[in-house]
Structures are given as structure tokens and as C-alpha cells.
């Protein structure tokens, strides 16, 4: 799989040039302002730029990912944007910081990534651990129920094409109760779970997305 990621780098640098989750992560960049910052997943960045337009008091900014390529583009993408960033070569379910570190933390797009149950659970366990006593963070993954997937099972493969090739990414499909579930048995605290802003219908359960804000207990 990180081949793949590391094959899709350059023309997803070029698509996604601004995170879809703009507004969600804005609002929450007014809320944190200070401290540390976890970027789990950050792929080339973009979701930085919410909490570098927004940082009014500081918030210093760390970034994971299992993709050399797309780390590389994170170094020319926040050279564009004029930020710094710490950015770590690592798989997010053996997360390489101490217990505690970070008073925020963003993951978007990436628990969905990752095969097993046991294996997400461990990456949500380890998101809580490197988290403060009272620290928030910020999730995002697809929904098993959007309308795109209704005919299909919850493991799906999502083709990217490339100049010379299709590359197929795994994609796990969650529901809003199973991603409620893992977060709580992770022994986070689930805050609120919500579409995304894009989506407008009265049932959240439809949405492509599902967001989660969840808090280390202190």
C-alpha cells in the first residue's frame, strides 16, 4: 500500500491543492489557536493551512505519514505556503512519540486506510496516547452508507489514475456507529459525530463522510 500512495503523490499533490474539510477545520482552528498540533496522515499538507492562516497565539505543527513521496511533497507544499512543519516518515499505528505530547491532533481521510479492525483500533488507541489529558482530535473517514457504495461491502477498492497506470487504493467503509464504537473502545471520549459541511440533507447517516471530535479523558 505505500507503494501506491507513494505512486499517487504527484497527481494528488496537484488535485487536492486545498483541504475539502476547509470550513470543519477553520472552525476548529479558531477553538485551539495554541499548543501542539498532530497531523495524522497529512499526506502534502493541506490541512495545515487552516491552523497556519489561524494562529493567532502558535500552534506548532507535526505531520505523519507512511509515504516518503508524499512527504516530500509536504516539503515543497508548505515551502509554497510559507509554514513549518515537523514532518515524520511512520505508520500511524506505531506512532514514534512519547506518551502525552500533543494537545491536538487532525486525522483526516486515513483510518480508512487500514485493513484489519485490530489494526485501526491500535491506531486509535495510539492517536489517544500520544494525546494530552484533554486533548481533542479530529477524524474523518468515508461512509459504508453513501449512495455510491449502497451495492457494495464495506472493504471496496477505489481506482486512481495516473498518466501510465490505474492504481487501485483500499478503502474500509465505516457507518457512524461502528466509528463511535472503535473511538470509545480506544478509550476516547466521542464529543460529537457529524457529516460533513458540503452535506445538506436532514439524515446524517448518508453523508460520503463522517467527522468525529473526540477527547482524552482527563
Known amino acids: ?109 486515513t483510518y480508512h486506510h487500514i485493513p484489519r479492525e485490530i489494526e485501526r483500533l491500535a491506531a486509535l488507541e495510539e492517536l489517544r496516547r500520544v494525546l494530552k489529558p484533554g486533548g481533542e482530535a479530529f477524524i474523518t473517514v468515508w461512509n459504508r452508507w453513501q449512495p455510491r457504495f449502497w451495492r457494495q461491502g464495506r472493504e471496496v477498492t477505489v481506482p486512481w489514475r495516473t498518466k501510465v497506470k490505474t492504481l487501485e487504493r483500499y478503502y474500509y467503509l465505516f457507518s457512524y456507529p461502528e466509528l463511535v464504537r472503535l473511538a470509545r473502545q480506544a478509550g476516547l471520549k466521542v464529543l460529537r459525530s457529524y457529516p460533513e459541511n458540503t452535506y445538506h440533507f436532514p439524515l446524517k447517516f448518508f453523508s460520503r463522510n463522517i467527522c468525529l471530535l473526540v477527547r482524552k479523558s482527563d
Open 1 to 109: 500500500m505505500i507503494n501506491i500512495f507513494d505512486e499517487v503523490a504527484p497527481s494528488w499533490y496537484n488535485l487536492r491543492h486545498r483541504s475539502i474539510f476547509r470550513w470543519e477545520l477553520e472552525e476548529l482552528a479558531q477553538r485551539w489557536q495554541t499548543g501542539n498540533l498532530l497531523n495524522i496522515g497529512c499526506a502534502h499538507g493541506p490541512d495545515f493551512l487552516p491552523f497556519v492562516s489561524s494562529r493567532l497565539g502558535g500552534i506548532d505543527l507535526t505531520g505523519v505519514d507512511f509515504s516518503a513521496q508524499m512527504l516530500r511533497f509536504a516539503r515543497k507544499y508548505s515551502m509554497k505556503f510559507g509554514f513549518v512543519a515537523n514532518l515524520v516518515l511512520a505508520d500511524v499505528r506505531h506512532l514514534p512519540f512519547a506518551d502525552g505530547v500533543f494537545d491536538r491532533a487532525i486525522s483526516v481521510a
